[in-house]
T-cell receptor, first 116, second 111 residues
Framework: NAGVTQTPKFQVLKTGQSMTLQCAQD?????MSWYRQDPGMGLRLIHY???????DQGEVPNGYNVSRSTTEDFPLRLLSAAPSQTSVYFC???????????????FGDGTRLSIL | SQKIEQNSEALNIQEGKTATLTCNYT??????LQWYRQDPGRGPVFLLL???NEKEKRKERLKVTFDTTLKQSLFHITASQPADSATYLC??????????WGAGTKLIIKP
């Protein structure tokens, strides 16, 4: 099973450039999310989606856009890259959760992004 | 604000001993706690989920406890092996139902 697939694995950008990080899952999960992971800090939520056509902001959304046109795909767009966006980006998916039933997250292996 | 704290210092354990990792949370009372393992260069992998009324949950050599009075979860690995060396993350949902994460504790099992 592929699970959650992220591309590219590595990317170097110059300040001001834009790019799209791809994320696809094959588990028919309703919920998808993007995190960034920086040294010494916990994963921080950028954007999330509870289903196709529905997205919302997380803790650190500035400088990023998302869309969810299909259940499978959830791309993350950097509009104008800044050095502060140098990080490791993880995409995750899960079944829908509720107060009565939490759900584990399934993660991709990340995109390591450097902004010069 | 809601926070999760994990020991930032690496934990060094001799092979065969029990490793115990701590997760403390503040300013919120979550209904669930989740534990993940993360290897270098990889995404986190789910290990265990515990409800607030379960107190303890086991999976093979893993055991998780949940003390709502102390606002703390403990993660135990018994009969530890070098292959258990990794960073372990804990997480819980905040008041908006989104997961918030600790920074993780690096566990090193020495042969």
């Amino acid at each position: 099973n592929a699970g959650v697939t992220q591309t590219p694995k590595f990317q170097v950008l110059k300040t001001g450039q834009s790019m799209t990080l791809q994320c696809a899952q094959d588990m028919n999960h309703e919920y998808m999310s993007w995190y960034r992971q920086d040294p010494g800090m916990g994963l921080r939520l950028i954007h999330y989606s509870v289903g196709a056509g529905i997205t919302d902001q997380g803790e650190v959304p500035n400088g990023y856009n998302v869309s969810r046109s299909t259940t499978e795909d959830f791309p993350l767009r950097l509009l104008s890259a800044a050095p502060s966006q140098t990080s490791v980006y993880f995409c995750a998916s899960s079944r829908a959760y509720s107060r009565g039933a939490d759900q584990p997250q399934h993660f991709g292996d990340g995109t390591r992004l450097s902004i010069l | 604000s809601q926070k999760i704290e994990q020991n930032s210092e690496a934990l060094n354990i001799q092979e065969g001993k029990t490793a115990t990792l701590t997760c403390n949370y503040t300013n919120y009372s979550p209904a669930y706690l989740q534990w993940y393992r993360q290897d270098p260069g990889r995404g986190p992998v789910f290990l265990l989920l515990i409800r607030e009324n379960e107190k303890e949950k086991r999976k093979e050599r893993l055991k998780v406890t949940f003390d709502t009075t102390l606002k703390q979860s403990l993660f135990h690995i018994t009969a530890s092996q070098p292959a258990d060396s990794a960073t372990y993350l804990c997480a819980h949902r905040d008041s908006n139902y989104q997961l918030i994460w600790g920074a993780g504790t690096k566990l090193i099992i020495k042969p």
